[in-house]
């Protein structure tokens, strides 16, 4: 059975939703919505593949703390020697504190993620939103398990 939703959106992404093709505008964001979980999917993948070193994960969870990412955080950055904004809050963060809370070096960090694709980012920011609703929830949670795969729903 289907689920209904009300989404209030912008003009300009409703207008865009509308150029897709589908009958409605409810059509084209399912099919848009959908198309971005399943990216989010192969990204988490990608992200699980990759080396991290001890406490990278954790230090990732201490960076996305109290941060409201927006779609625009998703896409490349330029200047300040990184590559994404994940990558630049980790350049932002004294070296310090980052060391002192997760014994995790900047530098490897801030090389690891600036070799992310978009789509990891995207996979990244997901699983910090849900590491930080699950522990604001009172859920106990582990960095370890921050690119596990959500919880299928029936």
Known sequence: MPKYIRVNMLPDLAARLAQRGQDTVTDAAREALERYLALLEIGRAALRARKWEKGQLAALCH?????????????PVSGGGVTNMIAAQAAD?????????????????IRHLNSLSTVEVAALVDALERFWRASSTGLPVDPAHL???PPKVA
């Open 63 to 75: 960076l996305g703390n109290g941060t409201l990412w927006q779609a625009h955080d998703l896409g």
């Open 93 to 109: 963060e004294s070296a310090i504190v980052l060391a002192s809370f997760t014994n995790v070096a900047k530098a490897p960090l």
């Open 147 to 149: 690119l596990d795969d």
